[in-house]
């Protein structure tokens, strides 16, 4: 038993190490070189965009071993003995990435500009989110207002 | 046990020069980093560039248009919304 727990012990450790490795490579979207892409040329002109980029990562583990107050976990003790030891443990972890393009820099013979990308589905999105906030409380106020 | 200030980390970084013609463009981006001890928060974005041509320098600032419109109608829509509880409310006191 001892030792199918010290096997168990390093494989945990193996997978938090490995997961805080993952977590380290996270980081590397806080480089320039993430949210910048490369030069494009077009013509004469020379596009690069513009993105903003966005990551969140998690884990957790938890656990719990001991032995059952009234046994003395020994070879000789049966199964029901040896599964009063105790036990359980457990392991989680998530993460979500995004990006979306805010500008293109555009280089040409006539200089250099910067024009922004919009994106119109946000937008609509939350024109929706706005006006469905004050249809609501118009209604209230309407309900009031009757009342 | 880390210190707030390096869980929590807002850098500007400053990316490789680009040439384009005879201009040298550099771009210029922000990084939030917040780091816990299981996991960490990244939000990164670009905020300008600089030009330098012919001896002269520029700064470009990068706007991003949809979150400000974004914000706007959000910000517009909560106030609406604030101004009608308030005199339905204000309705409802005086009914009284």
Partial sequence: MSKDFAGFEVRMAEGQEQARELVEKLFSVAEPGAVFGEPVQVGEHTVITASEVTVGMGFGSGGGFGDAPASQGDEEDGPADQAAHGGGYGSGGGGGAGGRPVAAIIAGPDGVRVEPIVDVTKLGLAALTALGGMFLALNRMRKASRG | ?96
């Fill in chain 2, 1 to 96: 046990m880390p210190t707030l200030s390096e869980m929590i980390q807002f850098e500007t970084h400053w990316g490789e020069p680009v040439m384009a013609g005879d201009a040298e463009i550099v771009p210029q981006s922000q990084a939030l980093t917040v780091r816990w001890p299981w996991g960490g928060y990244v939000w990164h974005r670009p905020v300008g560039v600089v030009v330098r041509r012919g001896g002269e320098e520029q700064r470009l600032p990068i706007v991003d248009v949809t979150r400000v419109a974004q914000a706007a109608l959000l910000a517009f829509g909560a106030m609406f919304t604030l101004m009608v509880l308030i005199l339905s409310f204000q309705k409802k006191a005086s009914a009284r």
